[in-house]
């Protein structure tokens, strides 16, 4: 196939294709769309591996995360240093892992990334209070949250220590039957 | 942080179990183990985890591969021994980041040069068989139909009502499938030799041995001078022109195609083509069910996992649009609400006292039974109505004005429509009587839904089949059918298909079109209270998939009786697509009580599979105990349509015909599927 596209070379195109779901054209557009979020930064020439972040505000802006409650977990748990700030390689390996193909297993290790809110490495009561706000829009009483977050412990946690580990969080994501087909975004 | 997953093992990020997970047992150690854990990635996980965790990880990690490269070819060397598929299990399932990955694939190419000719050979035949799937996959993404639309779709309702579409456009390809298997098979053929194309001839079907009155056919109101509203109830009812067109059964009156030097048998066609479209249809949504299966096989009630799923995979990620950003949001909240209060009344439920245990088990037992008569008399009207439709249609029908000529045709379906309507809205009443818990009650609902649905066209096929093979022993007795008046009695099974499908589409058509319609300008233009409390048009998944499937089994039955017919279903789900879209997007909102897309996908599919059971009963029946009409159709020569499978056995050498009833006999088949299970 003769394509005259000088962003990539095509060795990286196949690195790209074995590290990632994405195909070649697939890479290519996700490569347009992290360049029109900021066109004065990122350059169109990538085959020297250029070092460019994009800040946080700039991502969560888009309009496949716009909406998301968990938007800023979502960039924060991709970016290598933690504050948000994504490379194009942390930009594809995000959108990479809430493809449709990425298994369960990949989207679980990420989610319990995301949803721990503290990044103690455990799910506890406080990520779980912040997860289910996010969720609802601060509308359930106080009451009502607690109830919630004494259940989500009491069925996931195996170990009785209060708190969820990444083995419980995992064995509880292996039996929701939802997971699988809403933990995705189309891009 | 991340995590390479190695095979066969699995590191949680945290936690206090490291040491027994990293180290494994001495006595076990797989060679792609060992191999693995002299990755440079790997290491610097060993190191990072002796040192503080956090955002140093990942900087570490990436000054972690100061290792000498004779070191690493030295431990690549001993892990030679390995299979070369357990270490290519695809890099990107690894959780690392893609620097990382990118080395990990460039140790595992170094790593190639070390394998034997065969594994790498193998290892390259696996990689460009990868490639070529994904391009191919890659493709037919382009040849989806209405990928845009349901994309749409999903950015704004979320994938519950996503998977309704998606449900659509599968029955849209069955349908053309089935389509191009009868229209390849059998209308062709029927049709070529008509007009002498390809060198090729036909036998007519002549009776042999049979009473001269069982093979009078003629159709009436096609000669002469007719009104011209006589066409249209035609093409409404399938009577009249349109009766002897390859519409219908009664058309395939050929026995034998020469094609040059090959000779094609049409009934042996007519019956092996139906049963392929149907055992096609069985194995493709098994084989869909399958896949939802491995999902969603947790039950609605399991209080065990409700609040996790709600919370951890409740959010719809997909969803682009304020709206529907808004309505998940609400729906989330109803949802947990709803699950607190269906706890307090599981805990009051428990509480409960004989006396009220007793007062309501009586009370659904009332209902139940009164649900029953309900249902009798649904039934008990729908073969009044059939019977008197069936009596008056063969009367001379211009004697009647229009009007009452197209009413008599459709009573059937009208009364079939009406208890449709009613009785859903019946079943949603006297559920809250009978204090179930609210999932139980949504479950209960629908399961009498598909029901009443589905018994329907089971009541219409028998009381037609009544009529046909007649109580009356006389009327009977000549050809074993009631030929006085179903003289090609397949054929008027097929029309009363037809119009059956006809009508449920013109119902879809008219509700969205002038109730929908106007309810929306009413609701936007009118700020009149009731108007404004009765609101819009909520969009019920269950409802709508039930019409879909009712169509549905309508098609997969008349398909034997009216070879066309699968065409007509797929142009009506193809123009419903976008009636629903329409209706969807302007006239309608979504409701609150939102359906989750795993449970949804496969409820769809188990009550599409009811609806396929269902479809074997009377089309089984027929072929096999019903003598095949003997003025028209392919079988005229033949007891039953059933009877074309032994009589062609009995024409093939007698040691095939042996292995043959062989296979059949019991002593084989039973064991045989057996094992299959």
Known sequence: ?187 | MSEPLGPGTRRPPGGSNDDEVFFPDANYTSPSVTFLQELPSYQSILRRRTSAGGTQDRRQNNHGFAKPPAAEKRNLVEGTGVESEAVVRSIREYALNIPDKRRLRDIQEANVKYLSGWNQWKQTRNKSWKKFLDETKELSSYLELWRNDIHSIEGKFGTGIKSYFSFLRFLVLLNFIIFVLMFSFITLPSTIPQYGVLNSSYVKVSPKGVEPQCSIYTISGTKGLVYFYTYIIDLLSGTGFLEMTSLFYGYYRIDMVHFSAIKYNVPLAYLLTTFVYLSLSLIWIVKRSVEGFKQSFVREEDPFQSYCNKIFAGWDFCITDLNASQLKHSSLKYELKTDLEEERLRQKKACRTTEEKLRIYCLRLFLNIFVLALLSGCFYSLYRATVYSQKNISNDSSKMTFEGNLFLQYLPSIVITLANFIAPLFFSYIIKFEEYSPAFEIRLTLMRCVFVRLANIGVLLFSLGNQIVCANEEKCKACGYNYKLYPCWESRVGQEMYKLMIFDFIIIFAVAVFVDFPRKLLVTYCSYKPIQWCGLQKFQIPENVLEIVYGQTICWIGTFYSPLLPAIATVKYFIVFYIKKISLMHTCRPSKKSIRASSSNFFFLVVLLIGLILAFIPLGLSMTHIRSSKACGPFVNFNSSWDVVPHTIRGFPTALQKILNGIASEAFAVPFFMVIW
């Open chain 1, 1 to 187: 196939m003769g394509n005259k596209q000088t962003i990539f070379t095509d060795e990286q195109l196949d690195a790209y294709q074995d590290c990632t779901f994405f195909t070649r054209k697939e890479i290519l557009r996700l490569h347009g769309r992290y360049q029109e979020m900021a066109p004065n930064i990122v350059p169109m020439d990538y085959t020297k591996d250029p070092d460019v972040k994009l800040p946080i505000q700039l991502i969560i802006n888009m309009p496949e995360l716009k909406e998301n409650p968990f938007k800023e977990r979502i960039v924060e748990a991709f970016s290598e240093d933690g504050d948000g700030n994504l490379s194009f390689n942390d930009f594809v390996d995000m959108f990479s892992v809430l493809s449709e193909m990425a298994p369960r297993e990949l989207k679980a290790i990420y989610a319990f990334k995301i949803y721990d809110f503290n990044t103690d490495n455990f799910i506890c009561k406080s990520d779980l209070e912040k997860t289910l706000n996010k969720l609802t829009r601060e509308e359930l009483t106080a009451e009502e949250i607690t109830l919630v977050c004494e259940k989500v412990i009491e069925e996931a946690d195996m170990d009785g220590d209060g708190k969820l580990a990444f083995a419980d969080f995992e064995n509880m994501i292996s039996k929701a039957p939802d997971f699988l087909s809403t933990f995705h975004i189309r891009i």
